[in-house]
């Protein structure tokens, strides 16, 4: 699991310099409004990154039962178990 997935706008640039090798320029030689527009994306997808990863953080409330299907919330006493 890693500590920190949030992109930067270099980030940003390093993929579009694997995806359009023709165009690739380093990072430090593209001009200010340049990076700037890639930290805007890099914005945007982070917060996109942020609301899907907040959807999936529900917690788990119940499972099936594999053998009769029915959903448990307490193992406790269940007859298939």
Same mark, same amino acid.
Do not use: F
């Given at each position: !699991?890693?500590? /920190?997935?949030? %992109?930067?706008?270099? /980030?940003?640039? =390093?993929?579009?310099?694997? !995806? &359009?090798? /023709?165009?690739?320029?380093?990072? *430090?030689?593209? =001009? %200010? !409004?340049?990076?700037? +527009?890639?930290?805007? &994306?890099? $914005?945007? %997808? =982070?917060?996109?990154?942020? @609301? $899907?990863? @907040?959807?999936? /953080? +529900?917690?788990?409330?119940?499972?099936?039962?594999?053998?009769?299907?029915? &959903?448990?919330? *307490?193992? +406790?006493?269940?007859?298939? %178990?």
């Amino acid at each position: !699991v890693w500590s /920190d997935l949030t %992109l930067s706008g270099e /980030d940003i640039h =390093n993929a579009y310099c694997i !995806v &359009m090798p /023709d165009e690739a320029r380093p990072w *430090d030689t593209i =001009n %200010l !409004v340049a990076q700037q +527009k890639y930290e805007a &994306m890099a $914005r945007e %997808l =982070n917060r996109e990154l942020g @609301a $899907r990863q @907040a959807e999936d /953080d +529900k917690p788990i409330t119940a499972i099936k039962c594999p053998s009769c299907g029915q &959903m448990l919330t *307490d193992l +406790k006493g269940h007859p298939c %178990l």
